[in-house]
């Protein structure tokens, strides 16, 4: 089992930025890849961006390439989300979640433990 615990969501406006974090307990995620995503009210969980075991390989959503940067830290193991120049449009509860077998990487059904969310509200 693993847990994981988002932190760093917030009220920031449009342009700004804000890190988010994720604390992973119970069993080490260095092995595994670790994606984010996030879900606006009456939308489908879409997927931000992903980071491979070692962090050689990170992958991004077309709507946040440039902007947002993916990162890990196995020895804390932790995975950030530095998003910057935020839109309002990408107001939403951001989740970070592993995938502890090989899958495909932007769909979250690929993706076996998840945890509760942080919210992240961009205003106008």
């Known amino acids: 089992q693993v847990q994981l615990v988002e932190s760093g969501g917030g009220l920031v406006q449009a342009g700004g930025s804000l890190r988010l974090s994720c604390a992973a307990s119970?069993?080490?995620?260095?092995?595994?890849?670790m994606g984010w995503f996030r879900q606006a009210p009456g939308k489908e969980r879409e997927f931000v961006a992903a980071?491979?075991?070692?962090?050689?390989?990170?992958y991004y959503a077309d709507s946040v390439k440039g902007r947002f940067t993916i990162s890990r830290d196995n020895a804390k193991n932790t995975v950030y989300l530095q998003m910057n120049s935020l839109k309002p449009e990408e107001t939403a509860v951001y989740y970070c979640?592993?995938?502890?077998?090989?899958?495909?990487?932007?769909?979250?059904?690929?993706?076996?433990?998840w945890g509760q969310g942080t919210q992240v509200t961009v205003s106008s």
């Open positions: 980071i491979d075991w070692s962090g050689a390989g990170t």
């Open positions: 979640a592993v995938q502890t077998f090989e899958g495909r990487i932007r769909l979250a059904t690929m993706y076996n433990y």
């Open positions: 119970g069993r080490t995620i260095s092995n595994y890849r």
